[in-house]
């Protein structure tokens, strides 16, 4: 009988679709990497996700972010990305957290984190979090200031080929100095990133608990390319993992 998920069944077998349904993974960010994450999780048929996002939709979201439209600009990504989730697969159990994330969380039921955070602060905070915990995470590490998705690789962050890239660097810095220099699985590139311009500015917001918070918010250039296709990196790598038969 014909299901949504039966194309994934001529793959990877119903036993593995069921165990699918079985998982919960949560994604940090539902910009143009975690969005496209979080969608290829449910339409492989992961059962459960926890998605977390405080932002709304901008303009400049339209080039790249699966749920920005003119028509949605100003609105919650959270809850966009609950009615589309919920429109692919209705069964799947959905934890919608619309807040700031900075370790305010319980990730001790989850079975994979998504990390496809874009700021220094929260990122380092969550990959930390995840390797003491021993959360099984994989990161987002240089889809903006690109173009080319062909360049996309994954490997330990220990592994990682262009260091100097001054976002890389900075993380790999600050978990070193918290005793973390391997095991965490990231989305890289080999491409040499590159900006027309260098845009900065002050954010300021104020998290679900009242707790303010403020941080230098640094605009990368982005392309409707590589974003998408390190989230669909991500996605396939952790519904892999799961798969009974590990095929990577």
Known sequence: MENIFSRNELFWGEENQKLLSFKHVAVFGLGG??????????????????????????????????????????????KLFEQRLKDINPDIKLHVVNDFYNGNLDLSNIDYAADAIDTMRSKIELLETCVNSNIPVISSMGAGNRIDPAKLYISDISEIEDKNAPFVSNIIYQLKKRGIEKGITVVASREKPFVQERISSTEKIVTNSGENIEFTKITPSS????????GIFMASYITQSFLKEYRQ
Request: charged share 15%; with cysteine.
């Open 33 to 78: 990497v975690g969005g496209f994450c979080a969608e290829a999780l449910a339409r492989a048929g992961v059962g459960e996700l926890t998605i977390i996002d405080f932002d709304t939709v901008s303009k400049t979201n339209i080039n790249r972010q699966l749920i920005a439209l003119n028509s949605t600009v100003g609105q919650s990504k959270t």
């Open 223 to 230: 392309t409707p390319f590589v974003a998408s296709c390190a």
